[in-house]
């Protein structure tokens, strides 16, 4: 059975991250961040070469999937988005329809998962690494729900 968990940054600090990502038994994290790097000084740690170190010293391999990330301009249609709900980026609790559609025609239905699926971990599971603390404010749970369509089971781990 291949499982796959979807994480969040945001909410977790260097050490509860990889405490979760060890009570999920994730042995690959999949970064579908398109910038490997967050903002502010508590979350230097999950910059791509900290978050790298800190995997392989904990044993959890790490791939960047930057064909799975959004590009800038989709992100941006989120923005607009959040702005006319007046809801600030780090507290977004859903993803707009407009960014759901346009993510998934331009982003999700154009990517061949195969070899995503392939590389799942027989034992234990994957991460989906983004920033957002909720998956449901994240394109990290559109990429699960593609492959949960493929039988993989799906978890969503919160701080």
Avoid: K
């Amino acid at each position: 059975m291949l499982r796959v968990v979807t994480i969040g940054v945001y909410g977790f600090d260097g050490a509860s991250f990889l405490r979760r990502l060890r009570h999920a038994d994730v042995r690959l994290l999949l970064d579908v961040r398109q910038r490997r790097g967050v903002r502010g000084p508590e979350y230097a740690w999950a910059n791509s070469r900290r978050l790298q170190a800190a995997l392989a010293e904990a044993g959890v391999g790490y791939r960047h999937h930057p064909e799975l990330a959004p590009t800038t301009e989709l992100r941006r249609v989120q923005y607009a988005a959040d702005d006319l709900r007046g809801v600030g980026r780090r507290s977004r609790r859903e993803l707009a329809p407009a960014y759901v559609r346009r993510y998934t025609a331009e982003v999700l239905d154009r990517v061949e998962l195969a070899p995503v699926l392939a590389a799942l971990p027989a034992a234990g599971a994957a991460a989906l690494l983004c920033v957002e603390r909720d998956p449901e404010a994240c394109h990290r749970s559109l990429i699960a729900q593609r492959l949960a369509g493929f039988g993989v089971v799906v978890e969503h781990a919160l701080p």
